[in-house]
């Protein structure tokens, strides 16, 4: 079993910046690929970014350029950090693992809620 725990989440001012966090523990010595997903109210999760155990990641289209994903194994984290932020930013951000590239894995978090508004 994984357990992953988000923070970081927050009301920022469009044009700001905001860093998330994901903590895992439990059995994560066999994740390779972890990744961030959200969702906002009244639509389906969507992909974020992941990020594989070589370090080679992806983007969803709409946060290309804006956000980036690391993590650092040996302190089981994975990060995001958001710059640019809109109002279509706005979402449940949620940290996932175990999933195929950007394909999501069986282990979620509880989620973080980002609000971009003036």
């Known amino acids: 079993q994984v357990q992953l725990v988000e923070s970081g989440g927050g009301l920022v001012q469009p044009g700001g910046s905001l860093r998330l966090a994901c903590a895992a523990s439990?059995?994560?010595?066999?994740?390779?690929?972890m990744g961030w997903y959200r969702q906002a109210p009244e639509y389906p999760r969507e992909f974020v970014a992941v990020?594989?155990?070589?370090?080679?990641?992806n983007y969803g289209e709409s946060v290309e350029g804006r956000f980036t994903i690391s993590r650092d194994t040996g302190k089981k984290m994975l990060y995001l950090q958001m710059n640019s932020l809109n109002s279509n930013d706005t979402a449940v951000y949620y940290c996932?693992?175990?999933?195929?590239?950007?394909?999501?894995?069986?282990?979620w978090g509880q989620g973080t809620q980002v609000t971009v508004s003036s």
């Open positions: 439990g059995s994560i010595s066999n994740i390779n690929t």
């Open positions: 996932n693992a175990g999933g195929q590239w950007i394909i999501p894995g069986p282990y």
């Open positions: 990020i594989t155990g070589d370090s080679r990641a």
